[in-house]
Nanobody, 129 residues
Framework: QVHLVESGGGSVQAGGSLRLSCAASGYVHNLYCMAWFRQAPGKEREGVAS????????AYADSVKGRFTISQDVAKNTLYLQMNSLKPEDTGMYYC??????????????????????WGQGTQVTVSS
């Protein structure tokens, strides 16, 4: 199991930026599909972006492509989400998630909620117009 703790959320105006962090601890020596999900009130949780801990692939939801960037610092066991040009529709609780996977599985299935068995507690992002 991996323990995940998010930070960096807050309230910003439309057009602003935020950088979310997700610190991982516990057994981090496996290869994981790491992802950011978000959930707005009354809506289903949706995948925002993913990265494979073994290096290489990233993936993004169409709604955030060109605005958000996912990255990782392997030495610090930390996952990041740089969010630029924020829109009111980006408002929601943002969660970090991880599941042991192969690179191919992560590339194809990263946006599915059910397979992830490690979740953080979430950090709130509010974007005002």
């Amino acid at each position: 199991q991996v323990h995940l703790v998010e930070s960096g959320g807050g309230s910003v105006q439309a057009g602003g930026s935020l950088r979310l962090s997700c610190a991982a601890s516990g057994y981090v020596h496996n290869l994981y599909c790491m992802a950011w999900f978000r959930q707005a009130p009354g809506k289903e949780r949706e995948g925002v972006a993913s990265i494979y801990s073994g290096g290489g692939i990233t993936a993004y939801a169409d709604s955030v492509k060109g605005r958000f960037t996912i990255s990782q610092d392997v030495a610090k066991n930390t996952l990041y989400l740089q969010m630029n040009s924020l829109k009111p529709e980006d408002t929601g609780m943002y969660y970090c998630a991880a599941t042991v996977s192969t690179r191919d599985w992560c590339r194809v299935n990263w946006g599915r909620v059910v397979p992830y068995n490690n979740w953080g507690q979430g950090t709130q992002v509010t974007v005002s117009s």
